[in-house]
């Protein structure tokens, strides 16, 4: 700042006034709303090609009519157990919310009404709870969804008297965070102002000098949120914490910028008392540390944007709030100071001469560090580093945590850890991909068995997948269950074989006494025979025998009928049997008897040939009776004949006797292989042996399709797998089994048909192993960028090497310090978790961004004070003068994070405690006592590398 630009400056006070106050006009009507950008902002900012966000992605698509982006649970309880009133409520809001899909933001409502068979999966086993679940078409922060998720909120109220109703869920707890954080936010921002007006008013004990920081920070603050909501348009992301960090850096370093200013501009007042000149000096003094103070915070800032987490990345906004103060510190404050001039400070008079006054306490102290650095170097390190070893970097991903216990989204998701499990509420979602159909026997039992490995893990509570869409294996799909009916319907035709083989029994009776008919026929067909000459001396009585013959030859034709009937009965019945159970083929006793049943057909076909022989010669003698005298001869034949005939029916008898008696003997054989096939699946279900076997036509029943429309898609390449957890989503123990489930279901596929498919797990617990990884990572990568950034401000400004060097490393030391004191208390002394997994990251930025302002305004006086060989003296100088602005920088710096404290918010409460207890301890111990011990220790050496570079 040039004495020709101050000159500027006085003559257009005025215009800078109006141009910034125009600017702010502008900025409020034509910019957009910040706090609105925020509030539909994701505030996890998972990486776009993470495994948690490739799952959902890809799960998306598998039933892209059903699957929800957002849900929220209805949580409706009674304490002594709910009434045939509350279900009857509960039902009808089922309906009412169920015609709602498709409208304002609703897609689904699933409950123990719509889906009867997953009662059980929504009513608690104490039948004090139930739940509804109601999907919504947007994300948790989405516009329409948070609109949704109020509109439930109405619809809820007017339960029956003594029952309780909640929501929780994604979405509510979201949307309770974002409120907490808005209300934190209004809080904070009523007390910043109220801590640094109290302040500024005991520092300048005046009650207009505090006007003119509160003037340029409100203005600046109003201008940044403005182009920070512009920005995000271009990319920029911002969260809930941009807000939060704007208003505490603005008024902080904002405010520490202004003091220095307006303390020297008192100073060079009390020299003429010419407020023009007065504010050129100031200018040429501290106007290149202010900007260079700034310059360190921007760079921070600036440099977070290269970070890979949005989260962290969301900070870059300050950046920006940084630049705007920065420009209005160096034209609105001297123009303000222009205008009130010493009035600036009524009612306190500036006589010639006075200054601000120097500093006794930091007198003393520059006077002790002058002449026992290392003792205070070496005291310092012994009592401060046993606290960087309460640090041991404990961290909570718990988001109910940073919600207040009281909201009904945190009492929601308790009443469901208490009557179901926490795992209900956040469980894990897998997608897997596959470059073949997975809507196949063989890919289904693979699933199976993953999904019983994955079932077996100690973190587990359930497993849901296209074969397991209940949580537990498909009764019918289950090889005990297949045996049971196999058993019943080997029983049944055991029972049909055995009348089978009772009904051979019977024919083999019968055939048996139709072979003694035939025998006797035989026996007196040869008497005949040999008595041919008698039956001259008996036509009569032959006549009479042959038509007695002739009746027996028409039984034995109707007999002969019979047994045919009889075998063409059983040849159907074998076949119908081997028809039914083709495997029966394979035994022994029915191959023998499928070869009798042929014999005892071809020997029934020769009994009908000599059947019919023996009609037609009685056809022949009856007729011919009255010429039985002349053919006695043809008689003899004729009987002869009928011998042969009747002998060899007697044959096919015999072996159709003997292929029944096979029959029986091989049906008998079959009830017997039947019984043992039978005893042994008794003995395999006694045994309780797993298995599971799906045939292919099971995948045509209706309970199965759509199971696997729910959890596979239409091509069969990307199937899904429901995991609930029996440990709460946010615990360790949770992050554990996340990766033991991933490590299951790998190895389950590996050695399968699947073996090449992928696994991507995403849900809350997944979502967490990946934010601890990841915002570790980066805070390692970006802290060093930060460091790096602040080095090279440093360097450039205080022309030295050693000096950067020791101000970041005291920077770090302080750091770790001040981590072991919050951990100590939150985690030690309160019992939390571990510190919110967010807070030591912006703990470090904050320290390190704005605790080396303290370092720049201690340097750049010990810089101007500084005459070759006044080491000690120019520092002595430094100290006394800037010590009482340090000391005021760092308690109005620390009053606004101390805001943080009272947001509500966990995290910015850790925040703000870390950012006080750091910021103090650096600007008493280190400033005071460890710097100063430092720069004596080195003396002419700090300077040692420029100096030499300029010979």
């Known amino acids: 700042m040039t004495e020709r630009f101050i000159r500027g400056l006085a003559r257009a006070k005025w215009a800078i006034l109006l141009g910034w106050l125009a600017i702010t006009a502008a900025s409020m009507l034509l910019l957009p709303d910040l706090a609105a950008i925020v509030r539909q902002t994701e505030q996890k900012f998972v990486p776009a090609d993470s495994e948690s966000v490739v799952a959902k992605n890809l799960l998306e698509r598998i039933n892209p009519e059903t699957t929800t982006k957002s849900s929220a649970i209805l949580v409706y309880s009674r304490a002594g157990g709910m009434t045939d009133r509350d279900r009857a409520w509960l039902k009808a809001k089922a309906a009412e919310l169920a015609a709602l899909s ?5 897609k689904s409502v699933q409950s123990a009404y719509e889906t009867p068979e997953l009662a059980s999966k929504f009513r608690s086993k104490d039948g004090t709870t139930e739940m509804l679940i109601v999907g919504f078409t947007g994300t948790d922060n989405d516009a329409i969804t948070q609109d949704a998720v109020d509109s439930l909120n109405e619809r809820i109220k007017g339960a029956p008297g003594g029952s309780k109703v909640e929501l929780t869920g994604s979405a509510p707890i979201g949307k309770d965070f974002q409120e907490s954080s808005s209300e934190g936010l209004q809080k904070t921002e009523l007390l910043t102002v109220g801590l640094v007006l109290v302040i500024l008013l005991i520092v300048f004990r005046s009650p207009v000098a505090p006007f003119i920081p509160l003037v340029t920070i409100g203005l600046s603050l109003v201008i940044t949120r403005g182009l920070v909501a512009a920005a995000t348009h271009f990319g920029m992301p911002v969260s809930s914490f941009t807000e939060s960090f ?62 890979q987490f949005g989260l962290y990345q969301s900070a870059v906004g300050v950046a920006i709030g940084v630049a705007v103060t920065l420009v ?36 003393a102290m520059a006077s002790l560090a002058a002449r026992r650095p290392v003792a205070i170097i070496v005291v310092t390190a012994i009592l401060l580093a046993p606290l960087t070893l309460l640090y041991h970097n404990k961290r909570s991903f718990d988001d109910l945590a940073e919600i207040s216990p009281s909201h009904g989204s945190v009492q929601g998701f308790r009443q469901v850890e208490r009557s179901f499990g926490s795992g209900e509420v956040f469980p894990l979602s897998i ?8 809507r196949d026997p063989a890919a289904l039992a ?14 587990v509570k359930e497993v849901r997948s296209a074969v397991r869409p209940l949580g537990a294996q498909l009764p019918d799909l289950t090889v005990s269950d297949q045996l049971t009916k196999t058993s019943e319907a080997l029983q049944q035709l055991k029972d049909g074989v055995d009348k089978v083989a009772g009904g051979l029994q019977d024919a083999e009776t019968s055939i048996s006494g139709g072979q003694g008919d035939v025998d006797k026929l035989t026996s007196g067909l040869r008497t005949m025979a040999s008595k041919a000459k008698e039956a001259q001396r008996g036509l009569d009585q032959i006549h009479g025998g042959l ?70 010669s009685f056809t022949q003698l009856n007729p011919g009776v009255a010429g039985v005298a002349s053919g006695l001869g043809q008689l003899a034949t004729g009987q002869t004949d009928a011998a042969d005939g009747t002998a060899k029916l007697g044959s096919g008898l015999t072996e159709l006797t003997n292929g029944l008696d096979s029959g029986a003997k091989g049906l008998r054989d079959v009830s017997s292989g039947l019984t043992q096939v039978k005893e042994a699946e008794q003995s395999i279900g006694d045994s309780q042996i797993p298995g599971w076997n799906l045939p292919a036509s099971a995948l045509d029943s209706p309970e199965l399709k759509q199971a696997l429309d729910y959890y596979i898609s239409k091509d069969g390449k990307t199937a899904k797998i429901d995991v609930v957890l029996a440990v709460n989503p946010y615990s360790e123990e949770a992050l554990r089994t996340v990766d033991q ?55 450039i400004m205080l022309r030295s090497i050693l000096a950067p060097l020791y101000l970041l490393l005291s920077l770090v030391f302080n750091f770790l310090v001040t981590m072991g004191i ?121 300077w040692y590398f420029f100096r030499r570079s300029k010979k």
């Open 822 to 942: 919050v951990e100590f208390i939150f985690v030690r002394l309160l019992g939390k978790e571990g510190l919110s997994w967010s807070a030591s990251f912006f703990i470090f930025l904050i320290i390190v961004a704005l605790g080396v302002d303290y370092s720049i305004f201690l340097m750049a006086r010990f810089k101007e004070e500084y005459k070759p060989g006044g080491v000690r003296l120019a520092m002595a100088k430094a100290m006394s003068t800037t010590g009482g602005v340090i000391v005021s920088a760092a308690i109005i710096m620390g009053g606004t994070f101390a805001a943080l404290m009272m947001s509500g918010v966990n995290t910015l409460l850790q925040i703000g405690a870390g950012i006080v207890i750091g910021l103090i301890l650096y600007a008493f111990v280190f400033m005071g006592l460890v710097v100063p011990a430092l720069a004596n220790l080195f003396g002419e050496a700090n």
């Open 741 to 795: 489930v991933r490590e299951a279901l790998r190895h389950s596929l590996g050695g399968s048909s699947l073996k090449d498919a992928k696994v991507y797990v995403s849900g809350t617990s997944a979502q967490i192993t990946e934010l601890k990884a990841i915002s570790k990572n980066d805070f390692l990568r970006t802290g060093g960028f930060v460091l790096i950034g602040i080095f090279i401000v440093l360097m």
């Open 102 to 106: 498709g409208k304002d933001g609703f």
């Open 431 to 438: 997608a897997i991909t596959s470059s073949a159909s997975m």
């Open 547 to 616: 038509q007695q013959a002739s009746k027996g030859a028409d039984r034995l034709a109707g007999g002969l009928k019979q047994s045919a009937s009889v075998s063409d009965s059983m040849s159907a019945d074998i076949k119908a049997l081997l028809k039914a159970h083709p495997e029966l083929l394979r035994e022994a006793a029915m191959q023998q008897l499928v070869g009798k049943q042929k014999g005892l057909s071809d020997g029934l076909k020769q009994l009908q040939g000599g059947a019919d022989q023996l009609t037609s």
């Open 328 to 363: 209005a510190a160096l034209t609105l404050t001297p123009a303000l100071l222009l205008i009130f001039g010493k009035a600036t400070f009524w009612p306190t008079r500036i006589a010639g001469g006075q200054g601000h006054g120097e500093s006794r306490l930091w007198s």
């Open 446 to 459: 693979v699933m199976e068995t993953a999904s019983a490995n994955v079932a077996k893990l100690s973190g």
């Open 246 to 307: 704007l208003i505490a850096v603005m008024f902080g370093a904002g405010t520490d910028y202004c003091i220095l200013l307006i303390q020297r501009f008192r100073e060079e007042m009390s020299h003429d008392g010419d407020k023009v000149e007065a504010l050129a000096r100031t200018a040429r003094s501290v106007g290149k540390t202010v900007a260079f103070s700034a310059s360190t915070v921007f760079v921070a800032f600036f440099l977070i944007g290269f970070a």
